[in-house]
């Protein structure tokens, strides 16, 4: 029997008459038939108010990497609690998540904490500024570095703003914005290493740092093309760029050193958030020594009442160990269940007439709808994406998916966590099916 959700229809009704919009993160709305009101969750399984159940391949959007309510998880930050739940002040437990990140990370000679990764931005494009004395970030089009004004530029703009391909617009999607911030932003296409070079070159001397997502996984889910993140770090040493890989949703799914280790090259400064705090607010940046010297003398300033929560700090401390404890089977097992999750929506698609190719690395993937007519192949950067995602009939198809009980993201990225085991993969390519059944027979 497909979902209905009559009880999270009522929920929605009444919060909108408290809560602007109804939801308290924009693109939560993004939920059709209509956003849900969860009431628990275990393993890889959410429970709903109107009592259904479904597996989860939104994972706190790639924050849960070992599922809902692990088993440990609220000891740990039940005991905290118990001794405190906020001092405003230090406590072993920043130094300990501190030290197992230097241990994880080859770049992480000193870390800062935040509540989010939004926040940890804006204190790393601050400091890149400060250290370089230069005022522009490059960033790559479609990549997204939270919602600040500066985390937003040149993300998520309307095509008739996007500029030429040489010469990509910093349009901005939001409105109320400081006028000056997005001149301050060089833009770039992704997965166009010689495009990347010019571009250094165009803006020479005044450009601080090059952020990126190292897999875009906010457009599509995207990785570097042969040569990419090379290109970065070979333009960052030449220029005395710094080179910042947000890896605020790579950061631990990819490995204990995150896709730098993935990928076997070293950022100076990273930036995570999402699966360092398994689901609290938790984030921070860590990086070369050398890039820190004006936090160390006070000329930049960092600061947050909030700042390594103790709770915060108990469950991070909670997540590391477990990615430690893992050893050499992370990422391969969690890629192994993304690829098998990934072959199974292929094959169904294929055998249900619907143009649906997952793309990706199988830690996270995305599936894209082809519109009639595109091309075949991956796509490799944020035009690509927009110009041969059916954006409409994957809505459609997502919904289904949900009323079978399967949960993507509404865009169509999906993640795994370690609580999706073989069974789990099965019984969702189960619904799967029904899910596809239904959408392909409403296409026709
Ligand atoms: C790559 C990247 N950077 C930054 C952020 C912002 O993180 P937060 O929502 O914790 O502020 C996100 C959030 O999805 C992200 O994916």
Same mark, same amino acid.
């Given at each position: ?19 602007a ?19 628990r969750g ?15 391949f939104?994972?706190?959007q790639?924050a ?17 609690a ?15 998540v ?9 770049c ?21 500024r ?11 089009e ?5 919602w ?16 030429s ?41 005044r ?11 906010n ?5 570097p093309?042969?040569? !990419?993140?090379k290109t970065i *770090?070979? =333009?960052? $040493?030449?220029? &005395? /760029? ?11 799914r ?36 050398r890039?820190?010297e ?9 600061a ?36 098998? !999750?990934?072959?199974?929506? *292929?094959l =169904?698609? $294929?055998r249900h &007439? /619907?143009p ?5 690395p199988?830690?996270?993937?995305h599936?894209v ?10 796509v ?6 927009v110009r ?7 809505a ?35 619904r ?13």
């Open positions: 029997m497909a979902h209905t959700y009559e009880k999270s229809r009522e929920l929605f009704a009444r919060a909108e008459r408290c809560v919009g109804g939801v308290n993160s924009g693109i939560r709305k993004l939920e059709k038939p209509v956003p849900l009101y969860f009431e275990r393993g890889c399984r959410l429970w709903d108010a109107d009592g259904n159940e479904s597996i989860d939104q994972n706190g790639g849960l990497l070992f599922g809902h309510a692990p088993e440990g998880l609220a000891e740990a930050i039940g005991a905290q118990r001794l405190g739940t906020h001092w405003a002040a230090q406590s072993q437990l920043e130094i300990e501190a030290e197992r990140l230097q241990a994880m990370i080859p992480a000679e000193l870390t800062r904490f935040n509540n989010s990764a939004t926040e940890a931005v804006n204190s790393v494009f601050r400091l890149v400060a250290h370089t004395g230069r005022p522009m970030i490059l960033k790559f479609g990549h997204y570095h939270g600040g004004d500066e985390g937003l530029v040149g993300f998520g703009a309307t095509e008739d703003r996007w500029g391909e040489e010469n990509p617009s910093n349009a901005h999607p939001s409105q109320g914005i400081i006028p000056e911030v997005p001149g301050h932003f060089a833009v770039v296409q992704w997965n166009d290493p010689e495009h990347l070079r010019r571009r250094v070159k165009e803006f020479a001397g450009i601080a740092a090059i952020v990126f997502e190292p897999v875009l996984c457009t599509c889910c995207i990785e093309v042969e040569g !990419m993140l *770090r070979e =333009l960052c $040493d030449e220029h &005395g /760029i710094v080179m910042i890989a947000d890896e605020t949703i790579t950061g631990f990819f490995g204990p050193a995150g896709a730098q280790g993935y990928f076997g090259v070293d950022a100076d400064i990273m930036i995570y958030g999402k699966a360092v705090g398994g689901g609290v607010p938790f984030a921070g940046f860590s990086g070369r020594r890039f820190f004006k936090i160390l003398n006070g000329q930049v300033v960092h947050g009442t909030l700042n390594s929560n103790p709770l915060c700090l108990a469950a991070s401390k909670w997540c590391l160990d477990k990615i430690l404890h893992c050893g050499n089977s992370h990422p391969s097992e969690l890629n192994r269940i993304g690829c098998s !999750m990934m072959e199974g929506l *292929r =169904l698609a $294929d &007439g /619907i649906l190719r997952p793309q990706g199988g830690l996270v993937f599936t709808m082809l519109k009639a007519g595109a091309a075949e192949g991956p490799l950067n944020h035009r690509d994406y041969r995602h059916d954006a409409t009939r994957f459609h198809l997502r919904q289904c998916l949900l009323e079978e009980g399967v949960r993507a993201i509404e865009r169509g990225l999906w993640f795994v966590g370690f609580e999706h085991r073989e069974a789990d993969i099965q019984e969702a390519l189960q799967v099916d029904v899910a596809f059944s239904r959408h392909a027979e409403a296409s026709h």
